[in-house]
């Protein structure tokens, strides 16, 4: 099959079979469904360029919801103090109490390559596994908030993710 498609003649013997259903579909006196088969396949060769997009869009969201953040241009920030959680990015400030935290999440990207849409995060999480807060590993603060989930032996889970590179 390689020695096939690296003949200098298959792409042009592909360019007439495409070009010949085409011409096939807006004739008259063919069949209807041969009509039908050239549009599809005219359609298909239309669509082929942007089908990889397309097709790793929900990828996308699905590692999103598997616990990955999306980047930012602003840093985040993160504070503990008096069992106090405070995560500053750029001019929005989110407070979160650290005894309603009953299990961390660490999502990291297990791709061979890294993606420059989404990055690592660590989410925290209530007794009835509703999400608190979310932020990214690369946050400074980090192993100060680490620190304090280890002082409270909440758990941090680990948890590949696959992110897709191929949208960036």
Known sequence: MRRLLDN????GAV????GGLIVAGLVA???IWVRRVAQGVGLLAMAAPVLPFIALIPWHFIAVRRGLIARSRRPFSIAVADGTLTVEHGASRTHCDLSEVTVARRAFNDNFSES?????????FSANRRELVRVPVASTGIDELIRAL???NIPIDDVPVSAPTFLD
Do not use: K, S
């Open 116 to 124: 420059r849409m989404l990055e690592d995060a660590i989410g925290l």
């Open 15 to 18: 360019g007439v079979v495409i």
């Open 8 to 11: 200098e003649w298959f792409a």
């Open 29 to 31: 006196p063919v069949p």
């Open 150 to 152: 280890r002082q409270r």
